[in-house]
């Protein structure tokens, strides 16, 4: 007599989803750990952007370590592990405060290799992707270990072309006239990158372990994007002919240095130190009716320091409730310099008005508590952040304090364990979202003739508050409601002046943003053939802006949308 079961596709364990990695993959044609992550049953993903269905913000961290590593950044490193390396992955609609991220969060959980004596595995490979052009990438991952010492090296390098563009139509009211703009933009790009990470663990004699790392990412780019502009004048009947091209070149490298200091009584030390530079050049040409009216040089480079350190401690008191506090303390400073040269009498000509130096310093800290209890079938984590963040800003020498907030963050995740089979899960969190350094900088960069990008400086941060309640049915069937709430939603929008042809985009505050939706994420199997997953949301969005400013628009502005979205994973495996 032959049994044949099916393994549960999530365990709850407080506040996260346990999927097993092995299980998940299966035979499916994943080859690296962000091929693995985007297999996660709620995860969408538009090129290398990854979204989790009802959160707002989404965080990844590996091995429960912290890191000052960007979403984007920590993506490159997933990208050099390999599948196989994977054990498990735990999603967390609320994050644990001990993380110092506030929002979604999964954690990767790579496999270490068990046993007294030594073990050296490796992995090579290589991967060719077709899309509009062509993409080749090659990577190596070695593991050594005993019974002490873990010693891992991953190293990734990739080629591609790039392209892309898009076609729009304006109608621009200048003064008493209306002009037609009717734009074709194409954009090439050649792109090479690698990156390389040595890490080590060793384990003492009390069990205490020292852990370190190293990351290193280079990013060499060439861009080049044509635009033609066809404007037509009712007024005055005729027509203007504009042809724009755009070269840049970037060379951006990115180094992180971590240590970290876990010992058997719970306690969590460590630094993490990130540097970034980033040098890009930038030419932009513009001819009307076949005339040279703009030649520019846009020099721009940028440093980053980030720095970071933490103190957590975790203990268990009575048996029962377990209490994790503890602190985090960062400091990041940035310099950018950017250089304005216009073409004149044969040469290029700096032009002191338009560039600028500014410098950025932000400092940041935290205390939080955490409370974690079971009471039989219900158990519940809450905690509370305190959080002080400033920030200077220093343009040519004038200064300014952007930000210098103290704010308060609760959080809770609450379980209630009808059986192994009926699981109801609601989660509550609070977040603080600021602007990105562009977003605020006072430059202005050319996209083509008639499209700008400007900065902000005026740019307020917003607050979030977003939850989200879950029934998960037979560890398998995820059903979800939520809600989400940002006063001082921040998006860059279009604004077409009333004095020249350009369109400028540029970051400004809503009143607020809030969205109500509904998910059900169901998998299922046919036999041994299919094996698939459907996802659909429904997102009801409301957004709420006054504007006033000269020449832009003023009154009232509400967007209100329905959003349904279908998400069906297909696949065909062929198993002997």
């Keep these: 007599m032959t049994v044949t079961a099916e393994r549960p596709q999530v365990q709850v364990q407080g506040g996260a989803l346990i999927y097993d990695a092995p299980q998940l993959i299966g035979n499916k044609p994943v080859n690296n750990a962000f091929d693995a992550l985007k297999e996660l049953p709620g995860i969408t993903t538009r090129g ?44 967390m609609y609320t994050a644990p405060a001990k993380y110092n991220v506030k929002g979604a969060l999964i954690n990767v959980v790579l496999d270490q290799p068990a046993g007294d004596g030594e073990t050296l595995q490796g992995e090579i490979g290589t991967e060719y992707r077709q899309y509009h052009n062509p993409m080749g990438e090659a990577r190596v991952n070695l593991v050594y ?30 003064q008493d006239e209306i002009v037609d703009i009717d734009m074709v933009d194409r954009s090439r790009g050649r792109n090479t990158k690698g990156n390389m990470r040595v890490g080590m663990e060793y384990t003492l004699g009390n069990e205490d372990k020292l852990s370190a790392s190293y990351y290193i990412d280079g990013v060499k780019q060439r861009k080049t994007r044509s635009s033609e502009s066809d404007y037509s004048f009712r007024k005055e009947d005729r027509n203007m002919f ?6 840049k070149r970037i060379k951006s490298t990115l ?3 971590k240590v970290q200091y876990d010992t058997h009584t719970h306690l969590s030390l460590g630094v993490d130190f990130t540097a970034y530079k980033n040098p890009d050049d930038m030419n932009f040409l513009n001819r009307e009716d076949g005339i040279l009216t703009t030649d520019l040089l846009n020099n721009t480079k940028q440093d980053i320091q980030k720095w970071m350190f933490f103190a957590n401690h975790a203990a268990t008191l009575a048996e029962t409730w377990e209490i994790s506090y503890g602190v985090n303390a960062g400091f990041i400073r940035s310099d950018t310099q950017v250089d304005y040269f216009y073409h004149q009498d044969n040469r290029y000509v700096f032009d002191s008005g338009e560039s600028s130096f500014n410098k950025q310093k932000e400092y940041g800290g935290n205390l939080f508590g955490q409370i974690s209890r079971s009471f039989g079938r219900f158990s519940a984590d809450v905690a509370l952040k305190v959080e002080y963040f400033r920030s200077d800003y220093n343009s040519n020498g004038k200064e300014l304090v952007l930000w210098d907030d103290w704010a308060l963050f609760p959080t809770a995740s609450l379980s209630y364990l009808f059986t192994p089979s009926h699981v109801l899960q609601l989660n509550v969190s609070s977040d603080k979202n600021y602007p990105s350094y562009w977003a605020v900088n006072s430059q202005t960069s050319y996209i083509s003739a008639y499209s700008v990008i400007v900065g902000n400086p005026e740019l307020k941060p917003s607050h979030e508050y ?15 409601a939520f809600w989400q709430y940002e006063p001082n939603y921040f998006a860059q929008l279009p604004y077409q002046s009333s004095e020249q042809l350009q369109t400028a985009f540029r970051f400004e505050n809503f009143d607020y943003q809030m969205s109500l939706g509904l998910g059900v994420i169901v998998p ?6 299919v094996d698939s997953r459907l996802s659909v949301m429904g997102l009801r969005q409301q957004e709420k802006m006054i504007i006033s400013m000269i020449c832009l628009l003023t009154g009232m502005h509400i967007i209100r949308s329905l959003r349904l979205r279908i998400r069906l994973i297909y696949r065909i495996q062929n198993r002997i």
Excluded: C, W
């Design 48 to 91: 290398e952007e990854i979204q989790l269905m009802g959160a707002r913000n989404l965080h990844i961290v590996i091995n429960g370590q912290l890191t000052t590593m960007s979403l984007e950044q920590l993506t490159e490193l997933l990208k050099t592990i390999p599948a196989s390396r994977v054990r498990k992955m735990e999603v």
């Design 145 to 174: 270990a005993n019974s002490r010492l873990h010693i891992d090296f991953l190293a990734n390098g990739s080629k591609k072309k790039t392209y892309d563009g898009e076609n729009t139509f304006a109608r621009h009211t200048l």
């Design 242 to 247: 504009a042809v724009s091209e755009t070269s």
């Design 255 to 257: 180094q992180n240095v």
């Design 466 to 480: 977003e939850a989200q309640l879950m029934y998960i049915l037979k560890q398998k069937y995820i059903f979800m």
């Design 524 to 529: 299922f199997k046919i036999g041994k053939i």
